[in-house]
């Protein structure tokens, strides 16, 4: 939302954000908007003018706040690239990632293994995960940026048409052309962060991450550069 103003607090000190200035990213044609961010002594824990979580998510924005907050974002938007976004990520894909966390009874070991989100995980309920999952998708997702202009044609022709040869079929296909994805099927992988996007294909080609069989048999067709244009690619798309 243009020109909406934003206060964040950082160890009592008042820092202010101007958000979303000239907002919208147009990299297809080489020029993206301008974002400011203006504060005080770093990052600190934001709450939006939006208000505070609504009822409808039940605890989900408490949890989201105590838990969640510090690596992701308070509204899902995180700033270290490490850690995925969460905004406006479809809620039965977020879920089911808190799911995979965790070790089903009877397994020897989660579906989805990281041993921080295992901690948290583990501490919450199914109702808890469904209302975490539901708070993060109602949230704004900040629009990413493609970094690497040498690279956008291969991520563009990877993404929206695949690599026939090698097999690899569109990711447009299930992402959808704009990479919000399709609810309840595939997750939004537009604008989400470029390091991030690289490391999950990497870790599904290795397989390090197995939660996902066509993943695994896509991934394993890509060679590094291909990961490193198609995630960068994907960073820029909204």
């Not at 907002?23 to 505070?52: H, N």
Request: charged residues 15%; hydrophobic residues 40%; contains cysteine.
């Amino acid at each position: 939302m243009p020109g909406l103003w934003r206060y964040c607090v950082h160890a009592g000190v008042l820092a202010v954000l101007f958000s979303d200035f000239l907002g919208g990213c147009g990299y297809a044609t080489g020029g993206c908007g301008v974002r400011f961010v203006f504060s005080g002594l770093g990052r600190g824990v934001c709450t939006s003018t939006f208000g505070k979580p609504a009822s409808r998510f039940g605890q989900g924005g408490q949890i989201a706040s105590a838990q969640c907050a510090a690596c992701h974002g308070a509204e899902g938007n995180s700033a270290a690239p490490t850690y995925p976004k969460l905004a406006g990520q479809h809620a039965d894909y977020l879920y089911k990632q808190l799911k995979n966390f965790k070790i089903a009874e009877g397994a020897d070991k989660a579906l989805r293994e990281n041993a921080i989100m295992a901690g948290f995980a583990a501490g919450l309920s199914e109702q808890d995960m469904r209302n975490v999952a539901a708070y993060f998708a109602a949230q704004k997702t900040e629009p990413g940026f493609a970094g690497n202009k040498a690279t956008l044609a291969q991520g563009q022709a990877i993404y929206q048409g695949g690599i026939a040869e090698k097999g690899v079929p569109a990711c447009a296909a299930c992402h959808s052309p704009n990479g919000a994805g399709i609810p309840a099927q595939y997750p939004r992988l537009g604008g989400q962060h470029a390091e991030y996007t690289s490391a999950q294909l990497t870790a599904f080609r290795e397989g390090l991450r197995t939660n996902s069989e066509p993943m695994i048999t896509i991934t394993s067709r890509l060679s590094d550069a291909e990961i490193k244009a198609l995630a960068d690619y994907i960073a820029g798309l909204h």
